[in-house]
């Protein structure tokens, strides 16, 4: 074979290696597949449980910004007792909220296992009065209420001595391979610990401290993937990631990501912190529900169970709270897809999976009826949901020489108003259409 085919072959080998192996994902159930449920799910509830919770000070941060000692941040281990938990309690108050899903804390940047790991004897098991695996009996009680589980994991341990990074003013080394190497299968055994719960999704955190290639990101993907070719992974794996996860602020544009899940604490802090009363309201929780709902994406909200176990009340009382809304509104939130342009209505929207119905989300008390423009299609049917009121309703200044849809305004009385969100369906005569094109000057009548 003369060199110019030798280097042809090798081209061709080497093309085909980097696109069918390029972080393996082609070989993968495709993303669409995979996050199906996450798509439909809309709502989670995120769990930051720990030993930072004894103190109620900031989780791993609080000694990494050297507000405590590294010392006396984990004195907080001995007053972890987890006396009082019970997962079955968690499911099902996690279940009335309306979450599909929920995602735990596993291991805080602390370096603290919640689990019986076998790699250190950093764990609630051998180190607190809990003397227990907290991740067994909370995942076995997730699955008995048909939810998904999402084991949460730092990939940064500041607690590990192989482990570079100590505090913001501190470093345990710079660089040492040996130590590096140590720390990497120290890892591995942890996420091979993890993948036997098989959970449903893994939320890694702290990936900023080091390369894709540093974390073997490659790797861990294919491990996890290996292990349960269903399961996926949240953007946190420089790169090797499934889905977006803007935190604490409220997407102002629609994230470009198909998949995404807004995370955030109902007060300021992700753990159990009794001095942080500064809760967002249960309708202010529901209206930035119905905010990622409406842009295609989930809310994923923290609660920060207390050293014992228990959720604090002013925590149930949200979850219950928004508990309510969500069972008398489920056909508007799961399953629904994002909804319209806001030239079209002046609030939130959604549309069911077949576009054939459209959602308003109404947050305040409309002074007059509502107003939907550019809506192409005919409409079949007005109704409130979750009291199935139909609604009057009529299109003005439809001028029938013009392909200007008419305004399609909508009375809604005061009686059929939700005490927070109001949600209208519109069925449409077929998949929604919208007419987008500039409306000319007339040239005749
Ligand atoms: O550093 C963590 C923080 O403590 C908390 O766990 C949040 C939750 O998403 N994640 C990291 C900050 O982005």
Redesign the pocket.
């Known amino acids: 074979m003369n060199s110019q085919k030798k280097i042809l072959l090798f081209l061709i080998c080497f093309l085909f290696i980097n696109t069918f192996h390029s972080h393996g994902q082609s070989t993968e159930i495709p993303k669409e597949e995979r996050l199906a449920w996450f798509k439909d799910a809309k709502f989670g509830v ?1 769990i ?1 449980w720990g030993i930072y919770a004894v103190n109620g000070i ?4 609080s000694f990494y910004n050297n507000y405590i000692s590294y010392a006396d941040y984990m004195k907080q281990l001995n007053g972890f007792t987890a006396k009082n938990y019970n997962p079955t309690k968690w499911a099902k108050l996690i279940k009335e909220s309306g979450a599909k899903y929920t995602v735990i ?1 596993t291991k ?2 602390d370096g603290v296992a919640l689990w019986n790991t076998k790699q250190n004897d950093l764990s609630v098991v051998k180190k607190t009065p809990a003397k227990k695996d907290v991740i067994t009996p909370f995942v076995k009680a997730i699955r008995k209420e048909n939810l998904k589980v999402g084991l ?1 994991f730092s990939l940064l341990d500041w607690s590990h001595p192989d482990y570079p990074n100590f505090t913001r003013t501190k470093t345990k080394y710079k660089k040492d391979d040996k130590k590096w190497k140590s720390f990497t299968k120290f890892n591995f055994g942890q996420l091979k610990e993890l993948s036997k719960f098989n959970p449903d999704l893994y939320w890694f ?2 990936d900023w401290e080091q390369s894709a290639d540093m974390w073997k990101a490659k790797e861990i993907r294919q491990l996890l993937l290996k292990n349960n070719p269903n399961t996926f992974i949240n953007s946190r794996l420089q790169g090797y990631g499934d889905y977006a ?1 803007p ?1 604490q602020g409220v997407p102002i544009t629609t994230p470009l990501s198909e998949f995404w899940e807004l ?1 955030m604490t109902m007060n300021n802090s ?1 753990g159990y912190q009794p001095n942080d009363t500064n809760y967002k309201t249960v309708n202010q929780l529901i209206r930035i529900l119905v905010d990622c709902i409406s842009m295609g994406g989930n809310l994923l909200l ?1 609660i920060a169970p207390k050293p014992d176990g228990t959720i604090p009340e002013e925590q149930t009382k949200i979850l219950k709270g928004i508990g309510r809304w969500t069972n008398k509104h489920k056909e508007a939130i799961y399953g629904t897809r994002a909804g319209v342009p806001k030239e079209h209505f002046n609030g939130y929207t959604a549309l069911s999976k077949d576009k054939t119905t459209l959602y308003l989300y109404v947050d305040n008390k409309p002074n007059g009826p509502l107003l939907i423009k550019g809506l192409k299609n005919k409409v079949n049917r007005i109704w409130v949901v979750g009291n199935g009121t139909k609604l009057s309703h009529k299109v003005v200044g439809k001028q029938y020489w013009s392909n200007v849809p008419g305004m399609l305004y909508i009375d809604v009385p005061e009686e059929v108003q939700d005490k927070d969100v109001t949600v209208i369906a519109i069925l449409l005569k077929g998949k929604v259409g919208l007419y987008r094109e500039e409306v000319k000057a007339i040239e005749s009548n």
């Open positions: 995120f930051h900031d989780e791993s941060w804390t805080h940047h949460y955190d702290g996860t935190e995370c992700w923290d």
